[in-house]
């Protein structure tokens, strides 16, 4: 136990300070974190969707939830059922054979569904365009709120997107 | 190279590792099967390819083989009207969903096989539209087709219930269906269906110039973009007949192995989660966040996706990858080291933990032969392949590599298989640092150059990934850059299968942590 306890303390606090949203908002952590609240009342809660990416979207994903960008401590948390999701996050250029799975996981949230493109497939298709086999970007699906386009898109990129996605909710929300 | 028994006439391609093409007839179809495999052989990979022209040329149905002293490529052309193949599935069990995934594409069947239901197909097209033939044009889309029910193996008897997962995953990965029968909290079965994530990635090959394969083969499964970019591009340069400069394929290898590490690292953090052990992976992603930021840094690019390129790389050749650059890296591997060591030993002697990976998702050795396991899973399973040691190119052959080896076969075994080759990589890593040759790291590619056939082969953090290509001249008269046909090889194919074995007998909430020892690609084999 010793030494699991010291090689956190050696390693320290290594979440970094948060970014700002785009577009020209100026938020610090409690601001952000007020904003979440105040728009959804609650945390921000994400079900990921990976409609046929390559994984390289996913890989920065899961960079997001590491201890440098400190996701939990803004209130922002990846559930298991789309049922406890607030926001969608979805990858790839949407295969046909998971264009279902995407719909009904999509059906199943609680309004006001937010939903969130990655990267360049996410967007249009990317480098596999469409086909007989891939729709061509998430829009062609479900509604999309934002964007986040790059391949695959830096964990900072999409923390900015998801901060982002939320302000932009806020106006599109009944409140 | 030969087979026992066969008279076949084999050439060889021009590529870094040796390996021969040749023609067969049906008959030694099977025949150079059975020989491979009594000879201690694998099969690597199985694809068609369609080689009408007009009135001439056939579907042809090929196949890689690993041999100890190198690798032979198999071409079996259908003559007539045959659209008909002899079925090895019962000599290498794992080449009945590639023969199944051949049928969905082509239209060419694997005769007498027990199991053709469709694989990739889900209904998302036509049956009777075939997407790698010819005359089908690559725009075809067909919208607003519902997908079909999969027919799955059911197990019956008292107290048998099924459980259904996916494609919708609980976490952030891949999409893939698991059908589990169990008994209590038991598994008695399981069975997979993958095909989620086809994206038509053979057929956009045929749309792209050969010079710029590279980076649809970069994006077939993210987490190995280098390695995938790298065999595509050994394979595009056998067929070119392009040699590359030193500098080049060490700063290639260099990649490789830093990919390697990224996997494994955030992996055995994985691992530790899985368990219930979340300083794991706070720790280990801490370390690979690091790791991708130097990769970004001094490469360009976090997952360093494009910087492989036809000809050598496409890295800076001066600062930020400069002597001070390369220090740099070497001080990285030295911290990593320290930090790997570290955890380690509280992996080691965390009880919780080794209680839940000791014996967890076996695979015995014998099984593991006999069921085609590779790449590092079978490194912790009594086999000892791994393509930088037994075909050593520069800068391996330089400076020599020593694999990892274990044969408990379970969660434990593969945990420190990923552990020993992280070190070994960072070792590795260090010395192609500080040896790093002088001098040009690309050559351009001629403006023509020849068409023919070309392959690659590259040890990847997962196992061995394999690239068939095939090149002919271009619409607007270029010689040699038009890619004919290009089949990339995942070696996910072979162990999702073993996955399949690996859990009988297990309890289904260990089913996370035994499939995460593994991380089994969806996007590579689904294509
Ligand atoms: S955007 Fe790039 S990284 Fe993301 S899924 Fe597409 S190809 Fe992969």
């Known amino acids: 136990m010793w030494k699991i306890l010291r090689q956190i303390a050696r390693n320290g606090i290594r979440t970094e300070p948060a970014p700002q949203a785009d577009p020209d908002f100026q938020s610090e952590t409690q601001r952000i974190h007020q904003d979440i609240l105040d728009i959804l009342g609650q945390a921000l809660t994400i079900r990921e969707v990976d409609a046929g990416s390559c994984n390289g979207c996913e890989l920065e994903i899961h960079a997001v939830n590491n201890p440098y960008y400190n996701l939990e401590g803004f209130g922002i948390k990846f559930v298991a059922s789309p049922r406890h999701a607030d926001m969608l996050l979805v990858t790839g250029p949407v295969s046909r054979n998971m264009a279902m799975a995407l719909k009904r996981t999509y059906d199943a949230m609680p309004a006001p569904k937010l939903v969130v493109a990655i990267g360049d497939c996410g967007r249009d298709g990317g480098i596999f365009g469409e086909s007989y086999a891939c729709l061509g970007g998430v829009a062609k699906v479900i509604p999309v709120d934002l964007t986040i386009p790059g391949c695959p898109p830096e964990p900072i990129e999409i923390l900015k997107g998801i901060l982002t996605a939320v302000r932009y909710g806020q106006k599109k929300s009944p409140r | ?527």
């Not at chain 2, 001080?331 to 014996?359: K, M, P």
């Not at chain 2, 590599?401 to 075994?413: E, I, M, N, P």
């Not at chain 2, 089949?487 to 999702?496: A, F, K, T």
């Open chain 2, 1 to 527: 190279m030969h087979l026992p028994g066969l008279k076949l006439d084999l050439k060889g391609l021009p590529a870094p590792i040796p390996l021969s093409r040749g023609m067969v007839d049906a008959a030694d179809w099977s025949a150079a099967a059975l020989a491979v495999a009594e000879c201690g052989g694998r099969l690597v990979a199985l694809w068609g390819s369609d080689r009408r022209q007009g009135e001439t040329g056939n579907f042809v149905i090929s196949a890689a083989y690993a041999m100890q002293d190198g690798m032979i490529w198999l071409d079996l052309p259908l003559t007539g009207a045959q659209s008909g193949y002899p079925d090895i599935s019962g000599i290498f069990s794992f080449a009945g969903r590639m023969q199944r995934a051949t049928a969905d594409l082509l239209g060419i069947h694997a005769e007498n096989a027990a199991d053709t239901r469709p694989w990739l197909n889900h209904g998302a097209w036509p049956v009777e539209h075939f997407p790698l033939r010819r005359e089908v044009n690559g725009a075809a889309c067909f919208d607003g087709r519902s997908l079909k029910d999969y027919p799955f193996v059911r197990v019956e008897g008292d107290g048998v219930h099924e459980i259904a997962v996916g494609p919708v995953h609980a976490g952030i990965i891949e999409p893939g269906h698991f059908r589990f029968s169990v008994v209590g909290e038991k598994v008695l079965r399981l069975e997979e269906r993958l095909g989620y994530k086809h994206k038509g990635i053979e057929k956009r090959f045929e749309q792209l110039p050969a010079s710029e394969g590279h980076r649809l083969a970069g994006r077939v499964s993210g987490d190995s973009t280098v390695a995938y970019a790298w065999a595509y591009c050994m394979a595009l340069e056998s067929a070119w007949n392009l040699q590359i400069p030193a500098r080049a394929s060490w700063l290639r290898a260099l990649m490789l192995e830093r990919e390697r590490v990224a996997n494994h690292l955030g992996d055995l953090g994985a691992l530790g989660n899985d368990a219930a052990f979340s300083f794991g992976l706070a720790q280990f992603m801490c370390l690979k966040e690091d790791w991708l930021r130097l990769n970004k840094e001094l490469f360009g690019h976090r997952f360093m996706m494009d910087k492989i390129i036809p000809g050598g790389v496409d890295v800076p050749l001066d600062a930020p990858l400069d002597a001070p650059g390369l220090a740099r890296l070497v001080a990285q591997c030295e911290l990593v080291e320290r930090e790997v060591h570290q955890l380690r030993s509280i992996y080691d002697n965390h009880a919780g933990l080794q209680d839940r990976f000791i014996t967890t998702g076996r695979v015995v050795p014998e099984l593991a032969k006999q069921l085609g396991l590779t790449g590092f899973a079978a490194r912790a399973s009594g086999i000892s392949h791994d393509l930088r040691v037994d075909f050593p190119i520069s800068p391996y052959r330089e400076l020599g590599v020593k694999a990892a080896f274990h044969r408990s076969g379970d969660v434990a075994a593969r945990a420190k298989v990923r552990f020993e080759e992280i070190l070994e990589s960072l070792r590795l890593i260090r010395r192609m640092a500080s040896g790093l040759p002088d001098g040009e790291q690309r050559v351009n590619p001629d403006k023509e150059m020849p068409a023919g056939f070309g392959a690659g082969r590259i040890e990847g953090w997962r196992g061995e990934i394999f690239v068939a290509l095939e090149i002919g001249a271009s619409d607007q008269g270029e010689q040699g850059n038009r890619i004919l046909r290009c089949h990339c090889h995942d070696p996910s194919w072979q162990n999702w299968p073993v996955l399949e074995y690996a859990v009988i007998g297990n309890i289904v909430p260990d089913f996370p942590l035994i499939n995460k020892s593994f991380n089994l690609s969806y996007s590579g084999p689904d294509l």
